[in-house]
């Protein structure tokens, strides 16, 4: 049974489903996507909009019984405008208009703000979104499936003509790890800018079976900030964190189409030439996305364009498709908060998440910062060449980071039941010293076996002492002494900094185990190390 609710009682009004839009044309003057949902065949609307009377409309199937007002929000559950619920493409269904004849037989408002409808309309509306979502859902499979039949899994005997689906459909290409999509681990590396991320990440962009992303999450950040000042105002924390958290479970279902509602420009047939720092990406520099990607992407990149030259623009589906093919998927980020912002995520029965929380001593945290990105930092490096705090240094970035890192560190090891077992703390400077070991540890957490290409990657990667020449290098090359670089910051950074910083972050400093300096004599006494030895708990 299908009944329309509303606050108000419903006059008699034309009605108009557009599915291939994905829209519904209401009555008054209040307009929402139409969602179908394979999980539970219910059609819904998302993206919900007030209208300019205050009514809101919902479609439910199968309720056998009227919905009163006061229960009406709750009972409806209506998605908010950052639902995770699936999206369809445009061609995976058709347009579906309730003739003229409704006008005259559609739904009447009751007493007490209750709806009838005719048995005509009734039926209408079942026979129709039934014979909707069906043609919807096997569309949508299909095209997830592309040319290979069964999914990833299993493919057709025929060869597709295009050498790229061809090797999407080599059974050679999908590791032994997808043998169930149980087996499938999402991981975070969940950190903050200039604390090892890039180096951490390509601890898991070199495994054959891990589909790694550097950063997507940069794409929300630019559209939000992109907007026009009216729209800035509107949006708050909130907001921007339920969109972080929407991107992320698509991608980690493999939906890379979903980034183009934030790629600017706007992608064409789903390509694109604005993917953020792609060459840091294996699977997005290689075969089958990239077949001229060859040995270039499993090595060090010399700069950020030898991926986009040597591949091209950027075929998302493809790329969703090489996703799909491979075992996990990996994601680095900078612009999540704290911990407690991914708790949707760790429930979301649909993901088996595993947090790496990557920490690092925030006086080096703010060295790196200093040299990388001099422009946003040059109050600070005034004061570290001369001695002088300039008026208008400011410490609340810092500090905020700071306070972050303490608040995630303190709910991961309180081992809260949302984030048992799906939460590791790592300080960068124990996997600078230790990187083949910490590595091991990485990938026990994570629940996978660590690939010889990343253990071949350590060995190549870890023991550089050239000094890089390029400032792209210095930024996010992963090539480096890491054991020299691990305390460096004590070399570069002034007395009277490090003291401001110790003040601001001693609590963070103490519960991560950093110990603070008294004197310069203390600061550049390099034979005692600062980072105290201190083992963090895996959650089980």
């Given at each position: ?38 999980q ?21 199937l ?5 919905i ?62 039934l ?6 859902i ?55 800018t ?21 950063e997507?999450?940069y ?23 339920g ?51 060859g040995?270039g ?18 075929n ?30 760790t ?47 400011d ?61 071949l ?8 002492s ?38 601001l972050c ?35």
């Open positions: 049974m299908v009944e329309w609710y509303r606050r108000k009682p419903l006059e008699e009004e034309h009605l108009i489903l557009d599915a291939k839009n994905k829209t519904i044309i209401l009555p008054a003057d209040l307009r929402g996507r139409v969602v179908f949902s394979e539970d065949s219910s059609l819904q609307l998302s993206d919900l909009i007030e209208g300019d009377r205050g009514e809101y409309w919902c479609v439910v199968g309720s056998p019984d009227y009163d007002d006061d229960n009406y929000i709750s009972k409806c559950q209506i998605p908010n405008a950052y639902s995770s619920a699936p999206r369809l493409p445009e061609e995976s269904v058709t347009s579906l208009c309730f003739p003229r004849w409704l006008q005259h037989v559609g739904c009447r408002g009751g007493g007490g703000g209750r709806m009838e409808c005719s048995w005509k309309t009734v039926l209408l509306l079942v026979c129709a979104s014979g909707v979502q069906y043609t919807a096997r569309t949508l499979r299909d095209s997830l499936s592309g040319p290979c039949h069964g999914g990833v899994y299993h493919c057709q005997s025929r060869q597709p003509k295009d050498s790229r689906w061809r090797a999407l459909c080599d059974d050679s290409m999908l590791p032994m790890e997808m043998s169930a999509a149980a087996s499938r681990r999402h991981i975070l590396l969940f950190t903050t200039r604390s090892g991320s890039s180096f951490t990440g390509q601890l898991f962009n070199q495994h054959p079976g891990i589909f790694y992303v550097f997507p999450l794409h929300v950040q630019q559209a939000f900030t992109n907007s026009s000042s009216r729209l800035r105002r509107a949006l708050d924390r909130r907001a921007l964190l969109a972080y958290r929407d991107l992320l479970l698509n991608l980690y279902t493999c939906d890379l189409r979903f980034l183009e509602n934030y790629i600017h420009p706007e992608p064409q047939e789903h390509i694109t030439g604005s993917f953020f720092r792609r060459s840091s990406s294996r699977a997005l520099c290689s075969n089958p996305v990239c077949p001229e990607g040995e992407a499993s090595g060090g990149q010399p700069d950020e364009t030898w991926c986009p030259k040597k591949c091209g623009a950027l998302l589906t493809l790329a969703s498709m090489a996703c799909l093919s491979r075992g996990h998927v990996a994601i680095k980020t900078v612009r999540v908060p704290e911990v407690g912002d991914l708790r949707t995520l429930e979301d029965p649909r993901l088996d998440l595993r947090i790496v929380h990557l920490v690092r001593d925030p006086r080096a945290i703010l060295a790196s910062r200093m040299m990388a990105f001099s422009e946003q930092f040059r109050a600070w490096k005034i004061w570290n060449a001369t001695g002088r705090k300039p008026r208008y240094v410490l609340s970035q810092i500090t905020s980071t700071c306070r972050d890192m303490a608040e995630s560190a303190e709910t991961g090891l309180q081992r809260p039941a949302w984030l048992r077992g799906r939460y590791l703390l790592v300080r960068y400077e124990d996997l600078a010293l230790n990187p083949a070991e910490k590595a091991r540890e990485l990938y026990k957490f994570v629940g996978l076996e660590m690939d010889e290409n990343v253990r990657w350590i060995a190549q990667n870890t023991n550089n050239v000094p890089s020449t390029s400032e792209w290098n210095y930024k996010y090359s992963t090539t480096r002494d890491s054991k020299a670089t691990a305390e460096s910051w004590r070399l570069r950074l002034g007395f009277d900094i490090v003291r401001t910083l110790q003040t001693n609590d963070t400093l103490s519960l991560l185990g950093y110990r603070v300096v008294h004197s310069v004599a203390d600061l550049r006494n390099m034979s005692n190390s600062l980072v105290e030895p201190r083992t963090f708990q895996t959650l089980l």
